[in-house]
T-cell receptor, first 114, second 113 residues
């Protein structure tokens, strides 16, 4: 158990819909990262927040957005969903921002868009 | 553009033998490399890392080797145990201090009892 929690575990929705994925980092961790893993692909970095502020951005679609709240939990919002958005979405946290700060991953949310 | 490549999708190794997982990268700006292990229905777990100023790092049964001139790294597991069966991801950081991890596509390791 990494100490990072993600809800829900599974999500099934239809195209065009909007969903929110939630992540609670390990106690004391200030950084939260979001990754997407599509079928047979590696994890693709989406976005990172550090202590409430956006810190780094990857290839995140404009239809996706995220935020980190004062209690340090984070939410990833996915809107106008398409079939290709079906994937595993992982959240990770670390104490520091970047460098050798080990990222601890949650169990992921499996999103299925029908 | 796959900057971190793991060309072997799967690998089977006899228990007790050495497992060698390979990873190649194309971006010479990467200066820190990590290996993560992933079991089904779980998130990746950090295993071992290496800075580009080193060519070897060892932690128990796990050793990572880095060949910068070849832009190649490998993870050696010896002796291999059934609990090592998992998917292994290689990842790289650019400009130590940058937050973005670039992952390979993973290698599924199966240890045969």
């Amino acid at each position: 158990d990494s100490g990072v929690t993600q809800t829900p575990k599974h999500l099934i929705t239809a195209t065009g819909q909007r969903v929110t994925l939630r992540c609670s980092p390990r106690s004391g961790d200030l950084s939260v990262y979001w990754y997407q893993q599509s079928l047979d692909q590696g994890l693709q970095f989406l976005i990172q927040y550090y202590n409430g502020e956006e810190r780094a951005k990857g290839n995140i679609l404009e239809r996706f957005s995220a935020q980190q709240f004062p209690d340090l939990h984070s939410e990833l919002n996915l809107s106008s969903l398409e079939l290709g958005d079906s994937a595993l979405y992982f959240c990770a946290s670390s104490v520091v921002s970047g460098g050798a700060g080990t990222q601890y991953f949650g169990p992921g949310t499996r999103l299925t868009v029908l | 553009d796959q900057q971190v490549k793991q060309n072997s999708p799967s690998l089977s190794v006899q228990e007790g033998r050495i497992s060698i997982l390979n990873c190649d990268y194309t971006n010479s700006m990467f200066d820190y490399f990590l290996w993560y292990k992933k079991y089904p229905a779980e998130g990746p777990t950090f295993l071992i890392s290496i800075s580009s100023i080193k060519d070897k790092n060892e932690d128990g049964r796990f050793t990572v080797f880095l060949n910068k001139s070849a832009k190649h790294l490998s993870l050696h597991i010896v002796p291999s145990q059934p609990g090592d069966s998992a998917v292994y991801f290689c990842a790289a950081l650019k400009n130590f201090g940058n937050e973005k991890l670039t992952f390979g596509t993973g290698t599924r390791l199966t240890i045969i009892p």
